[in-house]
């Protein structure tokens, strides 16, 4: 997964914080012997010989990496800061700017903004290159480095520069540190609809998903038009609160399947775990999805499509479709091994595809959504590849002849439409309850 930003992963990706003893080394033949023997002789000529003396702590922590990298974008061994990064990732708070962010060629790739935080009101976006920190050139360095420069004490000022693709010289950005308190699941009622915003799957998002539902029912003070859950954005987390989300709004069967290497090796989970029923009450539902859902959040647009329990509408999914184990490793260290593969309802892998939309829905209110460069699981080195054939997914080429949306971000404004897919879902629930259309202001 994506390291939590200044959450830092290499990639997106769903949790699965299970602790595992470790074993003896099971499956190590002769062969296995004789490769490490090369790996010492290598190591002992870099001891011996190197230019500058490397310290061991250096030299196994780099094997290690290497050993992992050779494996898949999601496999990582977190100690020191990367181990306290996984941990936010799951208990929700950090300081810092608010970005997940990954490495690229030796540059700072931007994944995604969180909401509400100083990287999302200053209009960094997803598929930016972040080169300076404070004037300093970061590109070539390591991610860490990166990460430490960009934490720092609440209410200091720090300045980035940033390259985006498209754009015709770097932009120079002014953000002030503070502390990010993850609200995972924001809620509202817009014009008679309630708007479940979910950005991250941290300890609480099944639970507060529950509270905005009967938050949204006092409210209004009787049931509303539908719901539209947003998980655009979304990057994953706790493979179990996926479950409790799709729980939410599923009365029974299947949510997902993980699948090891063995073929008899399937654990598969259900609705009615958490909650009896469908507490949506059977009423319209609309999943929001773009290319940073991801993982977590695809298990739950997938569970909901699957079931024809909710209309998928946005654009195609990042495609991840590996569960990650945590194995601690000490007092401040954990090797995170992807160790099976996610399945939905129907026993499709989103590996690779992703999850392609019901509803084909672009974000023309954005100005860059035609030039912006957009990374999905497919785009990693290293990443598994899906057994199943994979379509041709690229139809976001299909929406910018479609009639529908053909409005300018500037007409869209005019109309007071900030958030096109939004506005789009909200008008789609009022016309399915036959209620009349009005322009919404998305958020």
């Given at each position: 997964?994506l390291?939590?930003?200044?959450?830092v992963?290499?990639a997106?990706?769903?949790?699965?914080?299970v602790?595992?003893?470790?074993?003896?080394?099971?499956?190590?033949?002769?062969?296995?012997?004789?490769?490490?023997d090369?790996?010492?002789?290598?190591?002992?000529?870099?001891?011996a010989?190197?230019?500058?003396?490397?310290?061991?702590?250096?030299?196994?922590?780099?094997?290690?990496?290497?050993?992992?990298?050779?494996?898949d974008?999601?496999s990582?061994f977190?100690?020191?800061?990367?181990?306290?990064?996984?941990?936010?990732?799951?208990e929700?708070?950090?300081?810092?700017?608010?970005?997940?962010?990954?490495?690229?060629?030796?540059?700072?790739?931007?994944?995604?903004?969180?909401?509400?935080?100083?990287?999302?009101?200053?209009?960094?976006?997803?598929?930016d290159?972040?080169?300076?920190?404070?004037?300093?050139?970061?590109?070539?360095?390591s991610?860490?480095e990166?990460?430490?420069?960009m934490?720092?004490?609440?209410?200091?000022?720090?300045n980035?520069?940033?390259?985006?693709p498209?754009a015709?010289?770097?932009?120079?950005?002014?953000?002030?540190?503070?502390?990010?308190?993850?609200?995972p699941?924001?809620?509202?009622?817009?014009?008679g609809?309630?708007?479940?915003?979910?950005?991250?799957?941290?300890?609480?998002?099944?639970?507060d998903?529950?509270?905005?539902?009967q938050?949204?029912?006092?409210?209004?003070?009787?049931?509303p038009?539908?719901?539209?859950?947003?998980?655009?954005?979304?990057?994953g987390g706790?493979?179990?609160?996926?479950?409790?989300?799709?729980?939410?709004?599923?009365?029974?069967?299947?949510?997902?399947?993980?699948?090891?290497?063995?073929?008899n090796?399937?654990?598969?989970?259900?609705?009615?775990?958490?909650?009896?029923?469908?507490?949506?009450r059977g009423?319209?539902?609309?999943?929001?999805?773009?290319?940073?859902?991801?993982?977590?959040?695809e298990?739950?647009?997938g569970?909901?499509q699957?079931h024809h329990?909710?209309?998928?509408?946005?654009?195609?999914?990042?495609?991840?479709?590996?569960?990650?184990?945590?194995?601690?490793?000490?007092?401040r260290?954990a090797?995170?091994?992807?160790?099976?593969?996610?399945?939905?309802?129907?026993?499709h892998?989103?590996?690779?595809?992703?999850?392609?939309?019901?509803?084909?829905?672009?974000?023309i209110?954005?100005?860059?959504?035609?030039?912006?460069?957009?990374?999905?699981?497919a785009?990693?080195?290293k990443?598994?590849?899906?057994?199943?054939k994979?379509?041709?997914?690229?139809?976001?080429?299909?929406a910018?002849?479609?009639?529908?949306f053909?409005?300018?971000?500037d007409?869209?404004?005019?109309?007071g439409?900030?958030?096109?897919?939004l506005h789009?879902?909200?008008?789609?629930?009022?016309?399915?309850?036959?209620?009349?259309?009005?322009?919404?202001?998305?958020?």
């Amino acid at each position: 997964m994506l390291r939590p930003l200044l959450q830092v992963t290499a990639a997106v990706s769903a949790l699965a914080l299970v602790p595992v003893a470790s074993g003896a080394m099971a499956g190590v033949d002769t062969n296995s012997y004789r490769e490490l023997d090369t790996f010492m002789e290598v190591y002992n000529q870099v001891k011996a010989n190197y230019v500058d003396k490397v310290d061991d702590k250096t030299l196994v922590k780099g094997a290690i990496a290497g050993m992992l990298a050779a494996l898949d974008p999601h496999s990582s061994f977190a100690d020191g800061l990367d181990f306290d990064n996984l941990k936010i990732q799951t208990e929700g708070n950090y300081g810092g700017l608010g970005l997940t962010v990954t490495q690229e060629e030796g540059a700072v790739k931007v994944i995604a903004p969180t909401e509400d935080t100083p990287a999302a009101r200053a209009g960094i976006k997803s598929g930016d290159f972040i080169t300076h920190i404070d004037g300093k050139f970061i590109v070539g360095g390591s991610l860490d480095e990166a990460i430490e420069q960009m934490r720092g004490q609440p209410g200091t000022r720090i300045n980035l520069t940033i390259v985006r693709p498209g754009a015709d010289k770097p932009l120079q950005m002014t953000l002030v540190r503070e502390i990010i308190v993850q609200k995972p699941v924001k809620w509202e009622v817009k014009n008679g609809v309630g708007y479940i915003n979910i950005n991250t799957f941290t300890a609480q998002t099944g639970a507060d998903t529950i509270k905005a539902i009967q938050a949204i029912d006092k409210q209004l003070g009787h049931k509303p038009l539908g719901y539209v859950v947003d998980l655009r954005e979304n990057g994953g987390g706790l493979l179990s609160e996926a479950i409790a989300v799709s729980d939410v709004f599923l009365g029974h069967g299947e949510i997902v399947s993980q699948r090891g290497r063995e073929k008899n090796d399937i654990e598969r989970y259900y609705a009615e775990s958490m909650v009896p029923g469908d507490l949506a009450r059977g009423l319209p539902v609309i999943v929001l999805v773009d290319s940073g859902t991801a993982s977590a959040s695809e298990i739950v647009a997938g569970a909901l499509q699957d079931h024809h329990r909710g209309l998928v509408m946005g654009v195609r999914s990042f495609g991840k479709g590996s569960v990650q184990t945590i194995l601690p490793m000490g007092a401040r260290a954990a090797l995170r091994l992807t160790t099976a593969r996610y399945f939905t309802p129907s026993g499709h892998s989103v590996q690779e595809g992703g999850i392609k939309p019901d509803l084909l829905v672009p974000q023309i209110s954005d100005p860059d959504y035609k030039d912006r460069t957009v990374i999905r699981e497919a785009d990693l080195r290293k990443h598994l590849i899906n057994a199943e054939k994979v379509d041709d997914v690229t139809l976001e080429q299909d929406a910018r002849a479609d009639p529908r949306f053909s409005a300018t971000p500037d007409q869209l404004k005019k109309q007071g439409i900030e958030d096109f897919q939004l506005h789009y879902a909200l008008q789609t629930i009022a016309r399915s309850a036959g209620k009349p259309q009005v322009a919404t202001k998305g958020r």
